[in-house]
Protein backbone atom coordinates (compact mmCIF):
# COMPACT_ATOMS: atom_id res chain seq x y z
CA UNK A 1 0.00 0.00 0.00
CA UNK A 2 1.24 3.35 -0.87
CA UNK A 3 -0.70 5.64 1.90
CA UNK A 4 -2.17 8.91 1.21
CA UNK A 5 -0.67 11.84 3.40
CA UNK A 6 -3.91 11.58 5.40
CA UNK A 7 -3.20 8.30 6.30
CA UNK A 8 0.25 9.15 7.02
CA UNK A 9 -0.75 11.72 8.91
CA UNK A 10 -2.79 9.74 11.23
CA UNK A 11 -0.60 7.65 12.17
CA UNK A 12 2.22 10.25 12.58
CA UNK A 13 5.38 8.85 14.65
CA UNK A 14 3.47 6.02 15.59
CA UNK A 15 5.70 3.04 16.01
CA UNK A 16 3.49 0.16 17.70
CA UNK A 17 6.70 -2.50 17.27
CA UNK A 18 8.68 -1.89 19.97
CA UNK A 19 9.00 -3.45 23.21
CA UNK A 20 6.27 -1.96 24.85
CA UNK A 21 3.28 -2.35 22.09
CA UNK A 22 2.46 1.22 22.70
CA UNK A 23 0.23 2.34 19.70
CA UNK A 24 1.22 5.91 19.73
CA UNK A 25 4.99 7.56 19.58
CA UNK A 26 7.39 6.85 22.87
CA UNK A 27 8.26 9.80 24.68
CA UNK A 28 12.17 9.80 25.34
CA UNK A 29 13.26 12.86 27.66
CA UNK A 30 17.00 11.39 28.24
CA UNK A 31 19.76 14.18 27.17
CA UNK A 32 22.17 10.92 27.22
CA UNK A 33 22.61 7.35 25.12
CA UNK A 34 24.96 4.75 26.96
CA UNK A 35 27.96 4.24 24.46
CA UNK A 36 28.89 0.47 23.64
CA UNK A 37 32.47 0.27 23.90
CA UNK A 38 32.88 -2.33 21.27
CA UNK A 39 31.36 0.25 18.70
CA UNK A 40 32.92 3.22 18.97
CA UNK A 41 32.23 5.87 17.50
CA UNK A 42 28.95 5.15 18.39
CA UNK A 43 26.11 4.72 15.11
CA UNK A 44 22.99 5.38 17.48
CA UNK A 45 22.05 8.55 19.37
CA UNK A 46 24.92 9.88 21.84
CA UNK A 47 23.89 13.12 22.59
CA UNK A 48 20.14 14.60 22.60
CA UNK A 49 21.15 17.99 21.66
CA UNK A 50 22.50 16.15 18.08
CA UNK A 51 19.62 13.54 17.73
CA UNK A 52 17.34 11.73 20.06
CA UNK A 53 14.99 9.36 19.28
CA UNK A 54 11.59 11.54 19.33
CA UNK A 55 13.12 13.84 17.16
CA UNK A 56 14.21 11.26 15.06
CA UNK A 57 10.55 10.02 14.65
CA UNK A 58 9.14 13.78 14.28
CA UNK A 59 12.39 14.39 11.28
CA UNK A 60 10.88 11.02 9.77
CA UNK A 61 6.90 12.55 9.62
CA UNK A 62 8.18 15.76 8.33
CA UNK A 63 10.00 14.17 5.51
CA UNK A 64 7.31 12.29 4.38
CA UNK A 65 4.92 15.23 4.48
CA UNK A 66 7.18 16.87 1.85
CA UNK A 67 8.65 14.40 0.08
CA UNK A 68 11.84 15.07 0.84
CA UNK A 69 14.52 13.72 1.25
CA UNK A 70 15.29 14.32 5.15
CA UNK A 71 14.46 16.66 7.27
CA UNK A 72 15.42 19.03 10.46
CA UNK A 73 13.37 19.78 13.31
CA UNK A 74 13.97 23.48 15.12
CA UNK A 75 13.54 25.08 18.36
CA UNK A 76 11.11 27.80 16.14
CA UNK A 77 10.53 29.08 12.43
CA UNK A 78 12.67 31.49 12.71
CA UNK A 79 15.76 29.30 14.11
CA UNK A 80 14.89 27.05 10.58
CA UNK A 81 15.37 29.97 8.83
CA UNK A 82 18.40 31.16 10.36
CA UNK A 83 20.31 27.37 9.81
CA UNK A 84 19.88 27.82 5.99
CA UNK A 85 21.07 31.61 6.03
CA UNK A 86 24.23 30.39 7.83
CA UNK A 87 24.74 27.54 5.38
CA UNK A 88 25.92 30.92 3.30
CA UNK A 89 29.00 32.32 3.43
CA UNK A 90 29.66 36.07 3.79
CA UNK A 91 30.04 38.04 0.71
CA UNK A 92 27.37 35.25 -0.88
CA UNK A 93 24.08 36.95 -2.32
CA UNK A 94 20.32 36.08 -1.82
CA UNK A 95 17.19 37.27 -3.37
CA UNK A 96 14.66 37.52 -0.89
CA UNK A 97 10.82 37.89 -1.52
CA UNK A 98 10.23 42.17 -0.63
CA UNK A 99 6.86 40.58 1.14
CA UNK A 100 8.77 38.44 3.83
CA UNK A 101 7.50 37.77 7.24
CA UNK A 102 8.57 40.47 9.60
CA UNK A 103 10.99 38.49 11.63
CA UNK A 104 12.66 36.59 9.08
CA UNK A 105 13.82 40.33 7.41
CA UNK A 106 14.82 41.91 10.98
CA UNK A 107 16.58 38.98 11.16
CA UNK A 108 18.48 39.40 7.90
CA UNK A 109 19.04 43.12 8.29
CA UNK A 110 19.99 42.85 12.36
CA UNK A 111 22.27 40.37 11.87
CA UNK A 112 23.01 38.52 8.14
CA UNK A 113 23.72 41.71 6.56
CA UNK A 114 26.22 42.89 9.20
CA UNK A 115 27.33 39.40 8.94
CA UNK A 116 28.41 39.68 5.25
CA UNK A 117 25.25 38.54 3.30
CA UNK A 118 24.77 40.96 0.09
CA UNK A 119 20.60 40.66 0.02
CA UNK A 120 18.01 42.00 -2.15
CA UNK A 121 14.13 42.31 -1.39
CA UNK A 122 13.07 41.70 -4.52
CA UNK A 123 9.22 41.04 -5.96
CA UNK A 124 9.09 38.00 -6.73
CA UNK A 125 4.97 38.06 -8.41
CA UNK A 126 7.10 39.23 -11.29
CA UNK A 127 9.75 37.17 -12.62
CA UNK A 128 11.16 40.02 -14.75
CA UNK A 129 12.71 41.32 -11.20
CA UNK A 130 14.24 38.15 -10.22
CA UNK A 131 15.98 38.05 -13.55
CA UNK A 132 17.12 41.64 -13.07
CA UNK A 133 17.81 41.21 -9.21
CA UNK A 134 20.62 37.89 -9.99
CA UNK A 135 24.46 38.62 -10.05
CA UNK A 136 27.70 36.26 -10.62
CA UNK A 137 27.29 35.85 -6.67
CA UNK A 138 23.44 34.51 -5.97
CA UNK A 139 23.37 31.75 -4.26
CA UNK A 140 19.82 31.70 -2.61
CA UNK A 141 16.30 32.81 -3.35
CA UNK A 142 14.13 32.81 -0.24
CA UNK A 143 10.07 32.93 -0.38
CA UNK A 144 6.80 32.17 0.56
CA UNK A 145 3.46 31.55 -0.84
CA UNK A 146 1.19 32.77 -0.20
CA UNK A 147 2.95 35.88 1.86
CA UNK A 148 2.46 36.76 5.13
CA UNK A 149 0.75 38.86 5.61
CA UNK A 150 -0.37 40.11 2.37
CA UNK A 151 -1.08 37.05 0.50
CA UNK A 152 0.24 37.59 -2.56
CA UNK A 153 0.99 34.31 -4.81
CA UNK A 154 4.68 33.49 -6.18
CA UNK A 155 4.23 31.44 -9.16
CA UNK A 156 6.73 28.78 -7.97
CA UNK A 157 7.70 27.08 -10.97
CA UNK A 158 8.44 29.98 -12.51
CA UNK A 159 11.08 31.38 -10.37
CA UNK A 160 12.13 27.75 -9.83
CA UNK A 161 13.03 27.26 -13.54
CA UNK A 162 15.39 30.23 -13.52
CA UNK A 163 17.10 29.57 -10.40
CA UNK A 164 17.84 26.12 -11.75
CA UNK A 165 19.17 27.84 -15.19
CA UNK A 166 21.53 30.10 -13.34
CA UNK A 167 22.37 27.25 -10.00
CA UNK A 168 21.14 29.53 -7.46
CA UNK A 169 18.97 27.19 -4.34
CA UNK A 170 15.72 27.75 -3.43
CA UNK A 171 14.39 28.04 -0.41
CA UNK A 172 10.19 28.45 0.32
CA UNK A 173 8.54 29.18 3.26
CA UNK A 174 5.66 26.82 3.33
CA UNK A 175 4.26 27.93 6.33
CA UNK A 176 0.99 29.49 5.31
CA UNK A 177 0.03 27.07 2.69
CA UNK A 178 0.94 23.52 4.70
CA UNK A 179 2.04 20.57 3.60
CA UNK A 180 -1.62 18.93 3.26
CA UNK A 181 -2.03 22.80 -0.03
CA UNK A 182 0.83 22.82 -1.41
CA UNK A 183 4.27 20.60 -2.15
CA UNK A 184 7.50 23.34 -3.12
CA UNK A 185 9.48 20.14 -3.01
CA UNK A 186 7.46 18.54 -5.92
CA UNK A 187 7.79 22.31 -8.09
CA UNK A 188 11.23 21.71 -7.74
CA UNK A 189 12.02 23.22 -4.75
CA UNK A 190 15.39 22.78 -3.10
CA UNK A 191 14.24 22.94 0.39
CA UNK A 192 11.07 23.70 2.57
CA UNK A 193 10.66 25.83 5.48
CA UNK A 194 8.10 25.84 8.38
CA UNK A 195 6.81 27.32 10.94
CA UNK A 196 5.39 24.26 12.72
CA UNK A 197 4.60 26.99 15.78
CA UNK A 198 1.36 27.54 13.64
CA UNK A 199 -0.54 24.94 11.42
CA UNK A 200 1.52 22.04 12.03
CA UNK A 201 1.15 22.02 15.68
CA UNK A 202 -2.11 23.46 15.52
CA UNK A 203 -3.57 23.85 18.94
CA UNK A 204 -1.36 27.45 19.88
CA UNK A 205 0.57 25.46 22.31
CA UNK A 206 4.10 24.64 20.93
CA UNK A 207 6.97 26.76 18.96
CA UNK A 208 8.76 25.09 16.75
CA UNK A 209 10.59 24.87 13.14
CA UNK A 210 11.20 22.58 10.33
CA UNK A 211 13.35 21.91 7.43
CA UNK A 212 12.95 19.31 4.49
CA UNK A 213 15.54 19.09 1.91
CA UNK A 214 15.06 17.83 -1.30
CA UNK A 215 18.18 16.21 -1.39
CA UNK A 216 20.91 15.07 0.94
CA UNK A 217 23.27 17.91 -0.63
CA UNK A 218 26.21 19.77 1.17
CA UNK A 219 24.17 22.60 1.64
CA UNK A 220 21.95 20.11 4.01
CA UNK A 221 24.94 18.65 5.63
CA UNK A 222 26.19 22.22 6.42
CA UNK A 223 22.42 22.61 7.86
CA UNK A 224 22.52 19.62 9.91
CA UNK A 225 26.16 20.65 10.79
CA UNK A 226 24.43 24.12 12.05
CA UNK A 227 21.67 22.39 14.16
CA UNK A 228 23.84 20.09 16.20
CA UNK A 229 26.56 22.30 16.75
CA UNK A 230 24.33 26.03 17.28
CA UNK A 231 21.75 23.84 18.82
CA UNK A 232 18.51 25.53 18.71
CA UNK A 233 17.10 21.96 18.54
CA UNK A 234 13.31 21.49 19.97
CA UNK A 235 12.92 19.75 23.13
CA UNK A 236 11.82 16.05 22.82
CA UNK A 237 8.40 17.11 24.65
CA UNK A 238 7.89 19.42 21.80
CA UNK A 239 8.11 16.93 19.29
CA UNK A 240 5.70 14.31 20.54
CA UNK A 241 3.74 17.33 20.90
CA UNK A 242 3.86 18.25 17.03
CA UNK A 243 3.72 14.64 15.81
CA UNK A 244 0.34 14.40 18.15
CA UNK A 245 -1.14 17.78 16.13
CA UNK A 246 0.04 16.14 12.62
CA UNK A 247 -1.72 13.52 13.09
CA UNK A 248 -5.03 15.73 12.31
CA UNK A 249 -3.76 17.71 10.10
CA UNK A 250 -5.39 16.65 6.81
CA UNK A 251 -8.93 16.96 8.29
CA UNK A 252 -8.26 20.64 10.35
CA UNK A 253 -6.90 21.94 7.35
CA UNK A 254 -10.24 21.08 5.31
CA UNK A 255 -12.35 22.74 8.03
CA UNK A 256 -9.88 25.57 8.15
CA UNK A 257 -10.04 26.18 4.51
CA UNK A 258 -13.95 25.67 3.93
CA UNK A 259 -14.28 28.23 6.96
CA UNK A 260 -12.24 30.50 4.99
CA UNK A 261 -13.75 30.30 1.81
CA UNK A 262 -17.03 31.44 3.51
CA UNK A 263 -15.57 34.04 5.50
CA UNK A 264 -13.68 35.45 2.65
CA UNK A 265 -17.27 35.44 0.41
CA UNK A 266 -18.93 36.89 3.29
CA UNK A 267 -16.10 39.51 3.77
CA UNK A 268 -15.49 40.45 -0.04
CA UNK A 269 -19.16 41.87 -0.78
CA UNK A 270 -19.35 43.97 2.70
CA UNK A 271 -19.79 47.44 1.95
CA UNK A 272 -16.99 48.22 5.36
CA UNK A 273 -14.31 46.55 3.88
CA UNK A 274 -11.92 48.23 0.83
CA UNK A 275 -10.71 44.77 0.19
CA UNK A 276 -10.26 41.21 1.10
CA UNK A 277 -6.73 39.64 0.57
CA UNK A 278 -7.61 35.90 -0.29
CA UNK A 279 -5.84 33.94 -3.24
CA UNK A 280 -8.75 32.30 -3.29
CA UNK A 281 -11.09 34.92 -4.26
CA UNK A 282 -11.61 35.00 -8.50
CA UNK A 283 -10.83 39.17 -7.71
CA UNK A 284 -7.30 38.01 -6.50
CA UNK A 285 -3.81 38.87 -8.57
CA UNK A 286 -2.18 35.56 -8.07
CA UNK A 287 -6.29 33.49 -8.30
CA UNK A 288 -4.84 31.46 -11.01
CA UNK A 289 -1.38 30.61 -10.06
CA UNK A 290 -3.10 30.26 -6.43
CA UNK A 291 -4.98 27.29 -8.01
CA UNK A 292 -2.78 25.74 -10.42
CA UNK A 293 0.37 25.28 -7.29
CA UNK A 294 -1.91 24.84 -4.44
CA UNK A 295 -4.65 22.47 -3.95
CA UNK A 296 -6.93 24.79 -2.17
CA UNK A 297 -6.07 28.71 -1.08
CA UNK A 298 -5.38 28.15 2.75
CA UNK A 299 -7.02 29.46 5.20
CA UNK A 300 -4.80 33.07 5.90
CA UNK A 301 -6.41 36.52 4.62
CA UNK A 302 -6.08 39.81 5.43
CA UNK A 303 -8.88 42.53 5.25
CA UNK A 304 -8.32 46.16 4.69
CA UNK A 305 -11.00 48.73 6.69
CA UNK A 306 -12.89 50.90 5.29
CA UNK A 307 -11.77 54.54 7.34
CA UNK A 308 -8.26 53.30 7.77
CA UNK A 309 -6.41 52.46 11.38
CA UNK A 310 -9.01 53.77 13.88
CA UNK A 311 -11.68 52.14 12.43
CA UNK A 312 -10.22 48.48 12.09
CA UNK A 313 -9.20 48.97 15.43
CA UNK A 314 -12.50 49.22 16.46
CA UNK A 315 -14.07 46.11 14.59
CA UNK A 316 -11.01 44.35 16.50
CA UNK A 317 -12.73 45.52 20.02
CA UNK A 318 -15.85 44.38 18.90
CA UNK A 319 -15.02 40.89 17.87
CA UNK A 320 -15.97 38.60 20.51
CA UNK A 321 -15.24 35.13 18.54
CA UNK A 322 -12.34 35.90 16.91
CA UNK A 323 -9.19 36.71 19.97
CA UNK A 324 -6.80 39.90 19.08
CA UNK A 325 -3.29 38.04 19.20
CA UNK A 326 -0.39 37.09 16.74
CA UNK A 327 0.42 34.00 15.11
CA UNK A 328 -1.80 31.85 13.21
CA UNK A 329 -3.18 28.38 12.61
CA UNK A 330 -4.58 27.46 15.49
CA UNK A 331 -7.89 26.10 16.25
CA UNK A 332 -9.58 29.19 17.79
CA UNK A 333 -9.46 32.05 15.06
CA UNK A 334 -7.08 34.85 15.53
CA UNK A 335 -7.39 38.75 14.10
CA UNK A 336 -4.31 41.04 14.04
CA UNK A 337 -3.59 44.51 13.56
CA UNK A 338 -0.30 43.74 11.98
CA UNK A 339 1.43 46.65 11.02
CA UNK A 340 1.52 47.17 14.90
CA UNK A 341 3.26 44.00 15.50
CA UNK A 342 5.82 44.39 12.38
CA UNK A 343 8.03 47.15 13.61
CA UNK A 344 9.16 50.51 11.95
CA UNK A 345 10.68 49.26 9.46
CA UNK A 346 6.26 47.83 8.01
CA UNK A 347 5.47 48.39 4.67
CA UNK A 348 2.13 46.97 5.72
CA UNK A 349 -1.12 49.36 5.10
CA UNK A 350 -2.30 50.72 8.47
CA UNK A 351 -5.99 49.55 7.66
CA UNK A 352 -5.12 45.69 7.17
CA UNK A 353 -5.97 43.17 9.49
CA UNK A 354 -4.67 39.64 9.21
CA UNK A 355 -7.26 36.95 10.04
CA UNK A 356 -6.20 33.16 10.74
CA UNK A 357 -9.60 31.32 10.25
CA UNK A 358 -10.37 28.84 12.91
CA UNK A 359 -11.80 25.90 13.42
CA UNK A 360 -15.14 26.94 14.88
CA UNK A 361 -18.78 27.37 13.03
CA UNK A 362 -18.51 29.60 10.06
CA UNK A 363 -21.81 31.32 10.88
CA UNK A 364 -20.47 32.16 14.15
CA UNK A 365 -17.36 33.59 12.84
CA UNK A 366 -19.58 35.53 10.06
CA UNK A 367 -22.18 36.95 12.74
CA UNK A 368 -19.22 38.18 14.72
CA UNK A 369 -17.78 40.12 12.08
CA UNK A 370 -20.95 41.11 10.76
CA UNK A 371 -21.93 42.76 13.91
CA UNK A 372 -18.37 44.00 14.75
CA UNK A 373 -18.52 46.22 11.09
CA UNK A 374 -22.01 47.93 11.22
C1 LIG B 1 5.52 32.59 12.22
C2 LIG B 1 6.22 32.59 10.92
C3 LIG B 1 7.62 32.45 10.86
C4 LIG B 1 8.49 32.40 12.10
O1 LIG B 1 8.28 31.24 12.85
P1 LIG B 1 8.48 31.20 14.46
O2 LIG B 1 8.08 29.80 14.79
O3 LIG B 1 7.59 32.24 15.05
O4 LIG B 1 9.91 31.49 14.72
C5 LIG B 1 8.22 32.40 9.61
N1 LIG B 1 7.49 32.50 8.48
C6 LIG B 1 6.15 32.63 8.50
C7 LIG B 1 5.41 32.72 7.21
C8 LIG B 1 5.48 32.68 9.72
O5 LIG B 1 4.15 32.84 9.73
Redo the contacts with the bound molecule.
Keep these: MNPSLQTQCAHAGATPNDDTNAVTNALYFSSTYRYDPANLPSPTDVYARESNPTRTALENVLTKLEQGAAAAAFS???AA?HAVFMSLRPGDHIIVNQDV?S??RIMLKDFFIPWGLQISFTDLTDTKNLEAAITGQTKLVWT?SPT?PLLNIVDLKAVIAICKTNHIYVAV?N??ATPVLQNPILLGADIVMH?T??YLGGHSDL???ALITAAEDDRWKEIKHIQHIIGAVPAAFDCWLLMRGIRSLVPRMQLHVSNAKKVAAYLAGHSAIEQVLYPGLASHRGYTIAAAQMKEPGAMMSILVAGGKEKALQVVARLTCFVHATS?GGTESLIEHRKSSEGPDSATPDNLLRLSIGLEDADDLIADLKQALE
Design positions: SGSAYGIENDTFSTKTGGL
